[in-house]
């Protein structure tokens, strides 16, 4: 089946750097890949996805990447803010399941 | 709109009790997903519906876990003759359409503890 890895585990950034975090999927069916951002107790919330037919795309501050020969996707956050601080989840689906894997989770801390 | 709500947010419980989850999907969502999530890790896929179908089963862990979505709206995850293994945070999420994949949306969690 479907694994996620996700890199790093942890990450910290001065505010106004960038942060990038890093996914790779064993699965070369899969074609839909969410990133979910969850804060202390509460909900994962979806803030941006990418489908297999495109290579990068990008809402505000935050991108994402796929490349889909190196089974490899990445969420990239430009100008930090304090309130980015939360856990980042990457996801992975196949076919038309809806079914997710999550990778592990980056913890990200941005310091004013 | 109303986002998806799940009830109870917190149930604790003896080991050897039977427990049932519910989960109110976002209205007119149709395909409904149920996760386990322990603490500092990502969701774990259980099952998922579209409509009143159970489509997939294979995340559930064992016989004691059944879930049913009889109407096709909400949806209820059961535990069987519990145990501490069991304690977690479980999670479900919505979807607006089957034939996706299309994007969910997670509820506030039900917090299990079994004592």
């Known amino acids: 089946g479907e694994n996620v890895e996700q890199h790093p585990s942890t990450l910290s950034v001065q505010e106004g750097d960038s942060a990038v975090i890093k996914c790779t999927y064993s699965d070369s069916a899969s074609n839909y890949f969410p990133w979910y951002k969850q804060e202390l107790g509460k909900r994962p919330q979806l803030i941006i996805d990418i489908r297999s037919n495109v290579g990068e795309k990008k809402d505000q501050r935050i991108a994402v990447t796929l490349n889909k020969t190196a089974k490899h996707f990445s969420l990239h956050i430009t100008e930090t803010q304090p309130e980015d601080s939360a856990v980042y989840f990457c996801?992975?689906?196949?076919?038309?399941?809806?079914?997710?894997?999550f990778g592990q989770g980056t913890t990200l801390q941005v310091k004013p | 709109g109303a986002g998806v709500s799940q009830s109870p947010r917190y149930k604790v419980t003896k080991r050897g009790q039977d427990v049932a989850l519910r989960c109110d999907p976002i209205s007119g969502h149709v395909s409904l997903y149920w996760y386990r999530q322990a603490l500092g890790q990502g969701p774990e896929f259980l099952t998922y519906f579209n409509y009143e179908a159970q489509q997939d089963k294979s995340g559930l862990p064992n016989d004691r876990f059944s879930a049913e979505r009889p109407e096709g709206s909400i949806s209820t995850l059961t535990i069987q003759r519990t145990e501490q293994r069991d304690s977690a945070m479980y999670r479900c999420?919505?979807?607006?359409?089957?034939?996706?994949?299309?994007?969910?949306?997670f509820g506030p969690g039900t917090r299990l503890t079994v004592t």
């Open positions: 999420a919505s979807s607006l359409a089957v034939g996706g994949p299309y994007e969910q949306y």
């Open positions: 996801a992975a689906s196949t076919g038309n399941t809806g079914k997710l894997i």
